[in-house]
Nanobody, 121 residues
C-alpha cells in the first residue's frame, strides 16, 4: 500500500518561500510519477507540478512556472516542491499524489492528507 505524507506548509508573506515535502513509502517508485495538487477554499482541486521518478522529467502548471520547482530524492523516497515568490492566490491545501504509470499528466491513484499553505498580502 502506497503511503504519502506531506509536510512543510505554513504561513508566509507574499514574496516569501516555502518548501513542501512528500515522504513516500510502501513501494519501489522507479515506475511512478508523483505530483502536487492544491485546493483553495470554494475551488476545485488543481494540478500544480509533477515529476517522473525514473528520469526526473518535470511538468508544471503555467502559472507556477519559474516560481515553483519540483524535485525528488530517490534515496529518501521523498518529493519536494520549492515555492518561491509566493502570492496570495497560492493559498490552498497542497496535496501530494502518485500513479504507477509514470504519467505526469495522467490521473493519480494515491493521495496524501494535505498540508496548508497560507500566503498573506
Amino acid at each position: 500500500q502506497v503511503q504519502l505524507v506531506e509536510s512543510g506548509g505554513g504561513l508566509v508573506q507574499a514574496g516569501g518561500s516555502l518548501r513542501l515535502s512528500c515522504a513516500a513509502s510502501g513501494r519501489t517508485f522507479s515506475s511512478y510519477a508523483m505530483g502536487w495538487f492544491r485546493q483553495a477554499p470554494g475551488k476545485e482541486r488543481e494540478f500544480v507540478a509533477a515529476i517522473r521518478w525514473s528520469d526526473s522529467y518535470t511538468y508544471y502548471k503555467d502559472s507556477v512556472k519559474g516560481r515553483f520547482t519540483v524535485s525528488r530524492d530517490s534515496a529518501k523516497n521523498t518529493m519536494y516542491l520549492q515555492m518561491n515568490n509566493l502570492k496570495p492566490e497560492d493559498t490552498a491545501v497542497y496535496y501530494c499524489a502518485a500513479n504507477n504509470r509514470a504519467l505526469v499528466a495522467g490521473s493519480y491513484d494515491y493521495w496524501g492528507q494535505g498540508t496548508q499553505v497560507t500566503v498573506s498580502s
